[in-house]
């Protein structure tokens, strides 16, 4: 009996201390007409949470969307929002921004981090749409990735979002962060694995719904399912989340460092 009962809390232990390799093989054992059926729930409850989930990013054209999706990068849309109206009003144009200098655009997007490189590129993005592209911004994903700056996450917000092409599903850290938590992704490594998170998507999503998605993802991540401490208690996708309530925060380093030894005196 004893031995029964060490055997049946070792199993319960066990589901407990479910290691990210183990949720993975969970998602992937799900069975693609279930993991569909589910996935239109949440596409369902995303339209009714979020029926006008747009870009937080500030634009009036193109070029002005993708300016600000380059300085986007490794900084908040807020912070970007507020760099981005001296920036338009300086540079209205591609070829204002291929003649840019780099010391004055340095020091207007400086706030927004990685400034240099981001310059280089915006320098770099004027160039080619002016050169290339008679000054407009291109709608192909094939154009807009010869484009400096533009990797497809870039050339997915352009699409989506100003062109309404429905070419890809846009992937950033919210949209990664959901797609496990949400089991919406069986391929990917990590929630970083843009390419197969991105690919997982565009299969159980329908094609209309991708730019929609993006967005609607991007805001419940922002409103509810935050990174570190998720409200599962106050999110009505709960019952279709494979993730929800099991979240535990990972220990801080200073709790999981050896407390230092006294010197002897």
């Given amino acids: 009996m004893m031995a029964a009962r060490r055997a049946s809390k070792s199993k319960v232990s066990r589901r407990e201390k479910q290691s990210p390799t183990q949720k993975k093989s969970s998602a992937r054992s799900e069975a693609p007409a279930a993991r569909t059926a589910r996935a239109e729930r949440i596409l369902a409850e995303l339209h009714r949470l979020y029926p006008d989930a747009d870009c937080a990013l500030r634009h009036d054209s193109a070029l002005h969307l993708l300016v600000a999706t380059i300085l986007s990068a490794q900084c908040t849309d807020d912070r970007v929002n507020k760099v981005t109206p001296a920036l338009f009003e300086r540079y209205r144009t591609a070829a204002d921004l291929a003649d840019a200098r780099p010391a004055e655009l340095e020091d207007l997007i400086r706030s927004t981090g990685f400034y240099r490189n981001k310059a280089r590129n915006l320098i770099g993005a004027g160039k080619v749409i002016r050169e290339k592209f008679d000054g ?104 279709l989340c494979p993730s929800a309530f099991k979240f535990k925060p990972a220990a801080s380093k200073k709790a999981a460092l050896p407390t230092a030894k006294r010197r002897s005196r």
Wanted: glycine share 6%; hydrophobic share 40%; charged share 30%.
């Fill in 136 to 239: 407009k911004v291109p709608d192909t994903m094939e154009d807009l990735l010869e484009v400096p700056g533009v990797a497809r996450k870039t050339a997915n917000v352009i699409l989506g979002t100003w062109y309404k092409k429905n070419v890809g599903v846009v992937v950033d850290t919210h949209i990664g962060r959901l797609a496990h938590r949400l089991g919406l992704t069986w391929r990917s490594r990590d929630d970083k694995d843009a390419v197969r998170i991105e690919q997982d998507l565009m299969e159980v999503f329908p094609q209309s719904e991708w730019t929609f998605l993006g967005h609607a993802l991007i805001w419940h991540g922002r409103k509810v399912c935050s990174a570190r401490k998720p409200a599962c208690d106050q999110c009505s996708l709960s019952e």
